[in-house]
């Protein structure tokens, strides 16, 4: 194997430094609004192009949605291969007034870049082009082939990026997924997520009368289907917070030692984070660790409930309906369409309550890689050279992302390292910005992961 001086990489990418800012800013520039359409066939284009600059070969892909952005850069025959995965739409700019630089008139403020898609995700998946870069100037070949899947529709949920992974097995074929997308996971520590929970999202009904009807005329003779809701949701979960529907916790796969370990080095200061919610207490779940209850069990929650007549509206009636939206936070080896006849079946035999009806909203499956993965060093090692820190392992994330279809479907170990400050980044917001500190470490460790792979493939 040829030798990757990471010194002489480093150095080439301190020296590029200015013109890897100048051209995130133009990427920046571009509009990608992947909830109107505005500019996201034309940022494919910029993405394109600045990628094929640096050396990767690309092309644009169709998915019958906003198109993929592709791309390639051999190293080694038998070498292995990472797949990097990127979103390069963003969400609305609204409302425009609230921002002190226009979103696509990238500006530097005290050492970030301000504008809509600056952190999310442009400068998080612009930083791997650049460490590609970085390595071809410096090494000549990569030390290990990268395949790029950069999608336009991360911020609408995806909708076609599964069927295009599914359909696309053999040219995304690779050994690992590694990705970047949002902040820093408990502070201004880098960290390594493994792993996302899932979600089953539904919408219960509860039928009564055919019409409002008066409450004093039809009391006592018409059900309301407000109670009966309300019974009903009082089955499916105890007071102790357990779910009670029946298997729900069949499936569900406990943290292994690694895992708890990597919690108790996390941390987590209850009494600050209660404090912060003015919270008497922290909701009852099972799990001992409050980071277990996050990471390694799921939840039943109630988001919301609909019925009745507002007070100004003075009429006194029994209502039609009731409906609530629930959403289950899923952990492997949950499966939603699982979990979904479990909740339908509950339902069945709850039927002597009221006349239910159950309305599916999303639902994505949970996914979770291993701490103890033979590539888990290489990303460790990656991360402490290009942060100069120890990474925080976090074996899951609380909410859901795309991961799960490069785990599941291609069955890749996936690492996501986020290359955003968590302080202040503002995505999804007026001032989005990315600390450019941060882009440069970024773009570092990616280099040295590209580097720490090829030698830890070479150990084994
Ligand atoms: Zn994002």
Known sequence: MRAYPMEGIFDYIRSNEERFIDELASLVRQPSNSTTGEGVEDCASVLKELMEKSGIKTRILSTGGSPVVYGETQGPEKGLTVLIYGHYDVK??????AWISPPFTPEIRNGRMYGRGAGDDKGQLYAHVKAVESILAVGGRLPVNVKFLFEGEEEIASPNLKPFVSRNRE???????YSSDGTMPFGEKPGINFGVRGILKIEVSSRGPSRDVHSGGYGGLVPN?????IHLLETMKGEDGRVLIEGFYDDIIPATHSEREALGRIGFNEEAFRQ??????????PGDHPLERLMFWPTLNIQGFFAGTREAE???IIPARARTIIDMRLVPNQRPEHILEKVKDHCMKQAHLGDFDIIVKTQVPPFRSSLDHPYTPAVIDAVKQGFGEDPLLVPSMGGSDPTYIFGNVLGLPCFKVPYAQSHESNFHAPNENLLLDVYVKAIKTTAALLVSLAKGANTH
């Open 225 to 229: 289907p407000v109670w009966s809701l």
């Open 171 to 177: 040219l995304l074929r690779a050994d690992l997924m």
């Open 92 to 97: 609305p700019p609204e409302p425009l007034d």
């Open 276 to 285: 912060e919610l003015d919270l008497q207490a922290l909701d009852k779940s």
């Open 314 to 316: 003075g009429i006194n």
